[in-house]
């Protein structure tokens, strides 16, 4: 078993805080949040935390992160609706989830997103 395969996910909503759809879609994520304890979910505004994120380029809010050890699994956008990520979940937590290719931009954000975390619990 590789090392990301042992490490915790992590489910990052990436919003701002005047998306009106993140607002309403918060409260989805909280709840699935509650169904996964084995994942580390995390509400992350994108302008709150603009420097240490680097350059993004998000078109569609709200936008999952998601990601296990080093390795970013999923970035895109996802429908403001309960079934949607819970699908995604259930797949990826059962073995589905391949990662994404080395030179995707996803993993050098996954990497810039746990170093906020850690900053935050320090």
């Given at each position: 078993?590789?090392?990301?395969?042992?490490?915790?996910?992590?489910?990052?909503?990436?919003?701002a805080q005047?998306?009106?759809?993140?607002?309403?879609?918060?409260?989805?994520?909280?709840?699935?949040?509650?169904?996964?304890?084995?994942?580390?979910?995390?509400?992350?505004?994108?302008?709150?935390?603009?420097?240490?994120?680097?350059?993004?380029?998000?078109?569609?809010?709200?936008?999952?992160?998601?990601?296990?050890?080093?390795?970013?699994?999923?970035?895109?956008?996802?429908?403001?609706?309960?079934?949607?990520?819970?699908?995604?979940?259930?797949?990826?937590?059962?073995?589905?989830?391949?990662?994404?290719?080395?030179?995707?931009?996803?993993?050098?954000?996954?990497?810039?997103?746990?170093?906020?975390?850690?900053?935050?619990?320090?």
């Amino acid at each position: 078993m590789t090392e990301a395969a042992r490490a915790p996910w992590l489910v990052v909503c990436l919003c701002a805080q005047w998306c009106g759809t993140c607002g309403q879609y918060q409260a989805v994520f909280e709840a699935l949040a509650k169904q996964w304890p084995g994942m580390a979910f995390v509400w992350l505004d994108v302008e709150g935390e603009e420097e240490a994120l680097g350059e993004l380029d998000i078109t569609t809010f709200p936008t999952v992160l998601m990601g296990r050890g080093d390795e970013a699994m999923f970035l895109g956008p996802v429908l403001p609706q309960p079934g949607v990520l819970q699908r995604m979940l259930e797949r990826f937590s059962q073995g589905d989830a391949q990662a994404l290719p080395a030179q995707d931009d996803a993993h050098a954000l996954l990497q810039r997103t746990a170093a906020i975390l850690q900053a935050r619990s320090a």
